[in-house]
Nanobody, 115 residues
Framework: QVHLVESGGGLVQPGGSLRLSCTAS????????MGWYRQAPGKQRELVAT???????SNADSVKGRFTISRDNPKNTVYLQMNSLKFEDTAVYYC?????????WGQGTQVTVSS
């Protein structure tokens, strides 16, 4: 069992920045994929960005050029630097990881973009 703890959400104006962090509890197993999904009200959960332990990145087209994902593998931590935030980025952001074929999710952190 892997436990994910997120931090860094909040309220920001359009054009602003936020940085999300997520740390996975200590596990003896390799975490192959870490990343972020988001869910806006009335919409399905969608991929934001993921990164493998070999640094392969997948990004949603809507965030390319604005969001940057990074990992600190020894610390089992993943970061999401979000710049040039837009109203449509408002959502609950969920940390995700995959280890030994199992998927794990954090509790979610709210990101609200509002003027």
């Amino acid at each position: 069992q892997v436990h994910l703890v997120e931090s860094g959400g909040g309220l920001v104006q359009p054009g602003g920045s936020l940085r999300l962090s997520c740390t996975a509890s200590e596990t003896p197993f390799i975490i192959h994929v870490m990343g972020w999904y988001r869910q806006a009200p009335g919409k399905q959960r969608e991929l934001v960005a993921t990164m493998t332990n070999t640094d392969r990145i997948s990004n949603a087209d809507s965030v390319k050029g604005r969001f940057t994902i990074s990992r600190d593998n020894p610390k089992n931590t993943v970061y999401l630097q979000m710049n040039s935030l837009k109203f449509e980025d408002t959502a609950v952001y969920y940390c995700y990881c995959r280890s030994l074929g199992n998927d794990y999710w954090g509790q979610g952190t709210q990101v609200t973009v509002s003027s």
